[in-house]
């Protein structure tokens, strides 16, 4: 019998399997994203209750958005929270992903303790914060109590209710991206290391002019994921404080969630609201692609 020759790979499928590779992903895109994002764009023109049915009203919602002075405290008090965190959730990150890739004894229990607290649940992270902080039970006064200092009002006070809320949420998501910083500081080859020792340079000066450089794509994957993450923020601030105390911990999407479900119910607007958020973060990303030329090593 004559043997089949293998039939070799077709220029088509050269094209076609990366696309295959992905599909499971864009399946998942394509239903849990894109369209619900098409379906929001579709009810923010529209009057709805989620209930009754959609009457058509074109951009009023988002002329209300524009007019609406509480949502834009909510944005405002968002932007100080992203402002205030970020820096903190970019640096603490790099400086621990920096020491966990030197050959340090039980280098793997210290990854595992500091990546513990990013697969906690937002939620359960909130009430942890609570119970330390909280101002009647909590542990942190209850020690200062212990030392004959005054309580705080943790969770009563304004300002410090937004410092123990950015506190919970640097907790939270550190081992994250200190694990991408990791992967992204140990594709850096140690022969660079070496050869600007050999130079001269100090560990320093290593620093600045071979990790930081280098590290630029890993620091902007970083950067928009970290952004994203904290301009949605919901369910750590609600477990913690609720929004409050009165509104001072109230995030936008915290604002959108009341319009759409408490109240009377206004799913038309609070989707309005939702594109307004959608493309501040759309513009966001956008700007930083092209100041970052999109995490290129230059």
Do not use: C
Request: aromatic share 16%; glycine share 10%.
């Amino acid at each position: 019998m004559k043997r089949k020759k293998n039939r070799g790979v077709t220029s088509l499928e050269m094209k076609l399997f990366p696309y295959f590779l992905i599909l499971p992903n864009l399946f998942i895109f394509t239903a849990f994203i894109a369209v619900p994002a098409l379906f929001g764009a579709y009810f923010s023109l529209h009057n709805w209750s989620g209930i009754n049915e959609p009457v058509f009203i074109g951009l009023q919602n988002y002329v209300r958005a524009f007019h609406d002075m509480k949502f834009w405290r909510s944005f405002g008090k968002t932007l100080i929270y992203v402002g205030i965190s970020l820096p903190f959730i970019m640096g603490i990150p790099l400086f621990l992903a920096n020491l966990m890739i030197k050959e340090i004894r039980a280098k793997g229990m210290f990854r595992a303790i500091f990546y513990w607290p990013s697969m906690v649940s937002y939620i359960i992270a909130g009430i942890s914060f609570k119970f330390m902080f909280g101002d009647n039970t909590g542990i942190i006064n209850f020690l200062l109590d212990l030392f004959g200092k005054s309580k705080i009002g943790w969770l009563t006070q304004g300002r410090t209710a937004m410092f123990v809320v950015i506190l919970a949420t640097i907790w939270a998501r550190t081992g994250f991206y200190m694990v991408t910083y990791i992967s992204g500081l140990q594709s850096i080859p140690v022969s660079y290391y070496e050869a600007a020792e050999v130079d001269g340079a100090t560990p320093l000066q290593g620093f600045f002019k071979i990790t930081l450089p280098l590290l630029k794509p890993t620091t902007f994957l970083v950067l928009i994921l970290s952004f994203i993450d904290l301009f949605k923020a919901y369910g750590l601030v609600l477990a913690l404080t609720g929004g409050g105390p009165g509104t001072a911990t109230k995030f936008v999407v915290q604002y959108i969630y009341e319009a759409a479900f408490d109240g009377k119910r206004e799913m038309g607007y609070a989707s309005a609201l939702s594109m307004i958020l959608l493309v501040v973060m759309a513009v966001f990303t956008l700007l930083q692609f092209k100041v970052n030329k999109g995490g290129e090593i230059e």
